[in-house]
């Protein structure tokens, strides 16, 4: 569900509702955690409905 609102895909684009979905899924600890996790970071990284993760290096 997250990446629907993170895209706008049948539902209005909404960032801030991506990453609470995405926390949610993060915090199951299962297989699906570990790509919702990759999602929330995703989010930090570009500033989608976080504010932009800074002071780190690739």
Do not use: C, H, P, W
């Amino acid at each position: 569900m997250g990446r629907l609102y993170e895209l706008g895909k049948g539902v209005t684009q909404d960032y801030g509702k991506a990453v609470e979905l995405y926390r949610k899924s993060a915090q199951r600890g299962d297989i699906i955690a570990a790509t919702a996790m990759a999602a929330l970071g995703r989010m930090y990284e570009n500033g989608f409905g976080v504010a932009k993760a800074t002071g780190y290096t690739n």
